[in-house]
């Protein structure tokens, strides 16, 4: 039986002091965990400033070091958070929907090593795994040292500086291991979490590698023959290229977050003295010279050497050895079978052959250890140059949440996996953006409106006071889930106001009665109409006496009825009083006009409400016009008063964030004479803590509206488009209109290219100030679908179980989607 040896008594790794790990030959190395763009977000340029980026910092590295990145990818399951007994309806929900979705988890590490002089290169035979004592061959010069730490700090600020990627050290106590945490050392030797099980098991070589009961399999790439004619910073992601453009991914991606199975991916770059490699090359050179008579294989060695040496000494490149493996593993044996077929359909899409070790793989694992890279058998690596080895570099993450309190939770592309999302504060403060305006663009069916019912959701529980305006009743659901105030025409039920109705607390100020003036003079006057400077000062007058009354009166109730009798009796003594002249103000004219909204009239209804009177203090608002849009009295009357209750709640709200989102309908007020109000309002709610939305379906409203051109689109940091698919041959005319890259052109046209049939959710683009962008997934509990759902079949049959309720939404929509998930277990 064969003895059993104690990991201490060959492991490699003398000590962990002062943020460094040193071996027991005397390497040195420096470890960072690094922060890498997010998959699907960067453009072929950005990829080939990326991976130059790579270049540079690779040629500060001292001779003698090695560049070892290690980037590791775990599957996981998606944790929900019950902790927040806050936390509403929809949003536990949606906790419980994406419970356990599974995801591959991204930790990059980067490990440079500088080896001794005179340390010679290990390999197969000579691994420190076979050998039972190490002696330093000399001591470390701390001069020596100081030079190796200054050029890794060169190396970092390299990186830094490129705005890609971010450094940070990693200290003695993450290297090692505390109480509850697994150091980096004990992760990799487990191949567990950094919050791992704290259950361990033997590492076995003898049949196949078996790491703490986990099976292994190690696919290498370090022979020549196995690796790729061509090779670049990036490759076609033909999954989400269109005709029209190409999609772009990292040229390691697929042995990166595309790989979608436990591993490890391994990158090693040797920078060795450049002058004893060429000369080592140039004597293999001669020899095969010498030899290229009997073999042909001999002769195109010799040549391949020459034009390396050409290429090293005329292009002045950095030779280096590289090597670059995979190692993938599971819990049980069977799955290997499968393993092995997605390593090599990963290596396949970068046109290389996967080559599984079966006999070295102890040793590569073994010099896999951090800071035992100098271990690692060079037998093993190729020669190339640096800008090639580069190219196998990977250089991408997952989405990465947000740490703002405020936002909405997407989906990312890849898993669908919830990441929380900024796109107000965040970017504002970053300088990235200068307003939080958003424009959203997308056509019917494209899930609009189903995004837009998300985002303002999730604002509203978030503390946003909010108000809509609709034409469609999109937004019935979600307001009759948070108990907001509906406004709709209905012959029953008309839509009622009371502009006269001053809250608790309120005052009247210059705003209320700037606003009262501006729509009596609407309903007095028509468009063509002017008014003099007598009338206005009339009417202004007229309304300081009114409030002076209802002063005086505790019961008379404010509303345009009191205000039209008092302007019929009182106000008429007051002028007769005064000599008012009919020319300067023709109150008989004025009473007579507006009569139609006074007690008995046709439109009495319209501004004398009794009920839904705190509008400032009322979070959620919404003002349905369908069935009023094309209504010559009553659709001015109402816009008018909607910009009154948003403007209001923007300046008299401090600190507490404002939204206006103009669905269709800005279409309508825009034709109603109120194009400068929407320009006055996207150019100055960004002073009061607020952000104005416009949402439009057809690309022909944009060309169309100089409204939107300039005003709308010029102040909106946030453009976000759906699925523009059908627009796919005229896009440029959109591209040039809403000024985006051709990057973000690449990114839009990918939308809804290749979802998961699986599930069910539509992508959405979303640009903040054409610096960030990025696409995500919408994808929600079947509860928010219901609460979303602008199809009319789902929104009866939501109503139809209210009723059973006592009106009660919530309950509803709870039975609703607990009797379509037993339906569909039938």
């Given at each position: 039986m064969k003895k059993e040896t104690?990991?201490?008594?060959?492991?490699?790794?003398?000590?962990?002091?002062?943020?460094?790990?040193?071996?027991?030959?005397?390497?040195?190395?420096?470890?960072?965990?690094?922060?890498?763009?997010?998959?699907?977000?960067?453009?072929?340029?950005?990829?080939?400033?990326?991976?130059?980026?790579?270049?540079?910092?690779?040629?500060?590295?001292?001779?003698?070091?090695?560049?070892?990145?290690?980037?590791?990818?775990?599957?996981?399951?998606?944790?929900?958070?019950?902790?927040?007994?806050?936390?509403?309806?929809?949003?536990?929900?949606?906790?419980?929907?994406?419970?356990?979705?599974?995801?591959?988890?991204?930790?990059?590490?980067?490990?440079?090593?500088?080896?001794?002089?005179?340390?010679?290169?290990?390999?197969?035979?000579?691994?420190?795994?076979?050998?039972?004592?190490?002696?330093?061959k000399e001591s470390l010069n701390p001069t020596a040292l100081q030079d190796f730490l200054d050029a890794a700090g060169q190396f970092r600020r390299i990186m830094e500086d490129s705005g890609f990627v971010c450094f940070s050290r990693l200290s003695d106590q993450q290297l090692l291991s505390l109480p509850r945490q697994v150091g980096i050392l004990e992760q990799y030797c487990s191949l567990s979490d950094t919050t791992g099980n704290y259950m361990y098991g033997d590492i076995a070589f003898e049949d196949g590698l078996l790491i703490n009961g986990?099976?292994?399999?190690?696919?290498?790439?370090?022979?020549?023959?196995?690796?790729?004619?061509?090779?670049?910073?990036?490759?076609t992601y033909d999954r989400y290229s269109t005709d029209k453009t190409k999609f772009s991914v990292g040229f390691a991606s697929t042995l990166g977050q595309l790989l979608s199975c436990n591993h490890i991916y391994s990158q090693y770059l040797f920078i060795d003295d450049p002058a004893k490699t060429l000369k080592r090359i140039e004597s293999k050179r001669l020899r095969l010279q010498s030899?290229?008579?009997?073999?042909?294989?001999?002769?195109?060695?010799?040549?391949?050497?020459?034009?390396?040496l050409n290429e090293a000494?005329?292009?002045?490149?950095?030779?280096?050895?590289?090597?670059?493996?995979?190692?993938?593993?599971?819990?049980?044996?069977?799955?290997?079978?499968?393993?092995?077929?997605?390593?090599?359909?990963?290596?396949?899409?970068?046109?290389?052959?996967?080559?599984?070790?079966?006999?070295?793989?102890?040793?590569?694992?073994?010099?896999?250890?951090?800071?035992?890279?100098?271990?690692?058998?060079?037998?093993?690596?190729?020669?190339?140059?640096?800008?090639?080895?580069?190219?196998?570099?990977?250089?991408?993450?997952?989405?990465?949440?947000?740490?703002?309190?405020?936002?909405?939770?997407?989906?990312?592309?890849?898993?669908?996996?919830?990441?929380?999302?900024?796109?107000?504060?965040?970017?504002?403060?970053?300088?990235?953006?200068?307003?939080?305006?958003?424009?959203?663009?997308?056509?019917?069916?494209?899930?609009?409106?189903?995004?837009?019912?998300?985002?303002?959701?999730?604002?509203?529980?978030?503390?946003?006071?909010?108000?809509?305006?609709?034409?469609?009743?999109?937004?019935?659901?979600?307001?009759d889930m948070v108990k907001g105030y509906y406004f709709t025409y209905e012959e029953s039920n008309p839509i009622r106001f009371n502009p006269f109705y001053i809250g608790e607390g309120d005052k009247l100020d210059t705003e209320k009665k700037e606003s009262i003036k501006t729509l009596l003079l609407a309903l007095w006057k028509k468009d063509d109409e002017t008014y003099n400077r007598s009338e206005y000062v009339a009417l202004s007058n007229a309304l300081q006496l009114y409030y002076s009354k209802i002063d005086s009166q505790p019961d008379l109730f404010p509303c345009f009825n009191t205000f039209y009798e008092f302007l019929k009796n009182d106000f008429l003594e007051v002028l007769k009083g005064d000599n008012v002249k009919e020319k300067d103000f023709d109150v008989n004219n004025f009473l007579y006009v507006l009569r139609p909204y006074y007690r008995g009239g046709e439109f009495d209804y319209l501004l004398n409400a009794t009920e839904n009177l705190e509008l400032l203090k009322e979070r959620f608002i919404v003002f349905e016009l369908d069935n009023i849009k094309d209504h010559p009295i009553l659709f001015p009357v109402v816009t008018i008063i909607i910009m009154e209750v948003f403007i209001s709640k923007m300046r008299k709200l401090k600190g507490i964030r404002k939204m206006i989102l103009i669905e269709e309908a800005w279409k309508a007020i825009a034709k109603e004479g109120m194009a400068e109000y929407i320009k006055y309002l996207f150019k100055t709610v960004r002073k009061f803590f607020g952000e104005a939305i416009v949402v439009t379906q057809e690309v022909e409203d944009i060309i169309s509206s100089p409204v939107v051109k300039q005003a709308i689109i010029n102040n909106s940091d946030c453009k976000i488009l759906l699925d523009q698919s059908k627009y796919q041959n005229k896009f440029d005319q959109i591209q040039e209109l809403l000024g985006l890259t051709e990057k973000e052109k690449a990114l839009v046209l990918s939308v809804?290219?290749?979802?998961?049939?699986?599930?069910?959710?539509?992508?959405?683009?979303?640009?903040?100030?054409?610096?960030?962008?990025?696409?995500?997934?919408?994808?929600?509990?079947?509860?928010?679908?219901?609460?979303?759902?602008?199809?009319?079949?789902?929104?009866?049959?939501?109503?139809?179980?209210?009723?059973?309720?006592?009106?009660?939404?919530?309950?509803?929509?709870?039975?609703?989607?607990?009797?379509?998930?037993?339906?569909?277990?039938?």
């Open positions: 104690r990991l201490e008594e060959v492991f490699p790794i003398m000590d962990v002091q002062h943020d460094c790990i040193l071996s027991k030959m005397g390497d040195v190395t420096i470890a960072y965990k690094v922060e890498l763009p997010e998959l699907f977000t960067l453009s072929d340029q950005e990829y080939e400033s990326l991976h130059q980026t790579w270049l540079k910092a690779i040629k500060v590295l001292p001779k003698h070091s090695i560049l070892y990145k290690q980037d590791w990818f775990l599957e996981k399951g998606y944790v929900p958070d019950f902790t927040n007994d806050d936390t509403s309806f929809l949003s536990r929900s949606s906790e419980r929907f994406f419970n356990e979705r599974p995801f591959l988890d991204h930790s990059c590490y980067l490990f440079i090593t500088q080896k001794p002089e005179g340390r010679n290169g290990s390999t197969s035979l000579f691994s420190s795994l076979l050998r039972r004592t190490l002696v330093p986990k099976f292994c399999q190690l696919y290498t790439l370090g022979d020549a023959a196995d690796l790729p004619a061509l090779c670049g910073s990036r490759i030899l290229s008579a009997y073999s042909r294989e001999n002769h195109i060695a010799r040549d391949a050497a020459n034009d390396f000494i005329g292009a002045q490149r950095l030779p280096v050895k590289a090597h670059f493996n995979v190692l993938v593993w599971c819990d049980e044996k069977e799955q290997l079978k499968d393993l092995k077929n997605k390593v090599s359909s990963a290596l396949a899409q970068i046109d290389a052959a996967a080559k599984q070790e079966t006999v070295g793989a102890a040793q590569i694992y073994w010099a896999g250890i951090p800071g035992n890279a100098a271990d690692f058998p060079i037998n093993d690596t190729f020669d190339t140059f640096a800008e090639q080895a580069a190219c196998f570099l990977n250089l991408e993450t997952g989405y990465r949440s947000s740490i703002s309190p405020i936002g909405i939770r997407l989906g990312d592309r890849l898993t669908g996996k919830p990441v929380h999302v900024d796109i107000s504060d965040e970017p504002v403060q970053k300088g990235i953006c200068t307003n939080r305006n958003k424009f959203i663009l997308g056509p019917s069916g494209s899930g609009k409106s189903f995004f837009t019912n998300h985002m303002v959701r999730s604002y509203y529980e978030q503390g946003t006071h909010i108000v809509l305006v609709d034409v469609g009743h999109s937004y019935k659901g979600l307001c809804n290219k290749a979802n998961d049939t699986s599930r069910k959710y539509k992508e959405v683009f979303i640009s903040l100030g054409g610096m960030q962008s990025k696409v995500y997934r919408t994808e929600v509990s079947l509860e928010e679908y219901l609460a979303y759902t602008t199809e009319e079949s789902e929104k009866v049959k939501v109503q139809a179980y209210a009723a059973r309720f006592d009106g009660d939404i919530r309950k509803a929509i709870a039975a609703l989607a607990q009797d379509i998930r037993d339906e569909s277990k039938k």
